[in-house]
């Protein structure tokens, strides 16, 4: 089975290649969603981004995201691509708009200096936009609608996802949530080994 893979804000599809060599009977390919490491100043123009891209495929495909890009999977449900047969969706967020947490987030990123972000490679005002543009999120019955088999994945110690992952896996009729014991938010980093084993037992199970 094809996988096409969606990394997180910070990330390249470098990131998945820990997880790319450990499961080598499958065909994975890491989709580059930024231009020269620099976020689009809206999260739907992203979304329509990808949405061409999967629409160039001519062979059916499950889809693998961690963080950004499991959100941009939530994203796409609305109007699924036709070769799409399935979702893997690590520490996602479905629904940002009235969250707390995140507007919080927001906040903090507006007084923080430049440089702080310019260390870590990214243009603050860049990064204060796409953020922005997201606070209105709310895919709640998009997923409550979507018919896909999913798994829904979550570190334990990646306390801001893991209540919203589970909920989102509620949502979802075919969907299971599993979580990895130890690990953070970067479950590519943190635990690959773990994660390659859900995402290859999933599919295994979509046969």
Known sequence: MKILCLHGIGQTGQAWKQVMDLLP??????L????????PEDYQHLVSKVRRLLEDEQEDFVL???????????????????????????AGQYKLKGNLPYQLQGFIFKVMPGSAFAKEGFDKANLIGFYESMMRLDLTEVLSKSQLPALVVCGQKDFFNVKT???AANLMPKAQFQMIPSAGHLLTDDAPEALAHLVRGFLAQDK
Do not use: T
Request: some cysteine.
């Open 64 to 90: 693998l995201g961690l963080s950004l890009g499991a959100s941009l999977i939530y994203s796409l449900l609305d109007q699924p691509p036709a070769h799409l047969k399935g979702i893997v969706a690590c």
């Open 32 to 39: 580059e969603l930024f231009e020269n490491g620099r976020l």
């Open 165 to 167: 992952s589970k909920q």
């Open 25 to 30: 009977e499958h065909d994975l390919v890491a």
